[in-house]
């Protein structure tokens, strides 16, 4: 079995989704949204990191798929973005995790079938790909989405591994 820790990072709120994979099945363990309050954008940072790692601590996942920042209009929410991740990412990182970075057309792509799906299809494939009662928030759905397709394509990279020999991180 592996844990899988799901990140949909945001300057406002942050969401997270953890889910265990064991082989092509993936179950549903939590999510949720950290939410982070109006303010200097450094504390705002250390919320991300602090709740990210408080999350790995009691949840112990073994890997993290994150969402890559989207291109933006806005150089400074794109900015602010991207800080979000880095603080998630250095979460992972410090506690041992392997990372992988998705896009969120990726993300769709792996969950809905279409990389140009919008949020509520996200929400209505999370139901029924994880068998939930209701829909999650749109941040805790978007990150259980990142960590489905982690599973998907870790999985997928196990079987090329393990029909070419090749080690992770090694193939040229």
Same mark, same amino acid.
């Given at each position: 079995?592996?844990?899988?820790?799901?990140?949909?990072?945001?300057?406002?709120?942050?969401?997270?989704?953890?889910?265990?994979a064991?082989?092509g099945k993936?179950?549903?363990v939590?999510?949720?949204i950290i939410?982070l309050?109006?303010?200097?954008?450094?504390?705002?940072?250390?919320?991300?990191?602090d709740?990210?790692?408080?999350?790995?601590?009691?949840?112990?996942?073994?890997?993290?798929g994150?969402?890559?920042?989207?291109?933006?209009?806005?150089?400074?929410? /794109?900015?602010? $973005?991207?800080? =979000?991740?880095?603080? &998630?990412?250095v979460?992972? %990182?410090? !506690?041992?995790?392997?990372?992988?970075?998705?896009?969120?057309?990726?993300?769709k792509?792996?969950?809905?079938g279409t990389g140009?799906?919008?949020?509520s299809?996200?929400?209505?494939?999370i139901?029924?790909?994880?068998?939930?009662?209701?829909?999650?928030a749109?941040?805790? /759905?978007?990150? $259980?989405?990142? =960590?489905?397709?982690? &599973?998907?394509?870790?999985? %997928?990279? !196990?079987a090329?591994?393990?029909?070419?020999?090749?080690?992770?991180?090694?193939h040229k």
């Open positions: 079995m592996t844990r899988i820790i799901g990140i949909d990072p945001g300057s406002r709120r942050t969401g997270y989704g953890i889910v265990d064991v082989g993936v179950s549903y939590t999510s949720g939410r309050p109006e303010g200097a954008l450094a504390e705002r940072l250390k919320i991300i990191f709740g990210v790692s408080q999350l790995i601590e009691q949840y112990n996942p073994q890997e993290m994150v969402e890559e920042v989207f291109l933006s209009h806005n150089a400074s929410s /794109a900015l602010k $973005l991207g800080q =979000a991740r880095g603080a &998630a990412i979460a992972g %990182a410090n !506690a041992g995790l392997s990372v992988g970075e998705y896009s969120a057309r990726s993300v792509l792996a969950v809905v140009a799906a919008n949020k299809q996200v929400q209505m494939m139901v029924q790909l994880l068998k939930l009662s209701r829909a999650p749109e941040d805790a /759905a978007d990150a $259980l989405a990142v =960590a489905l397709c982690h &599973a998907q394509t870790s999985r %997928a990279l !196990a090329v591994e393990g029909a070419t020999g090749y080690a992770r991180g090694r």
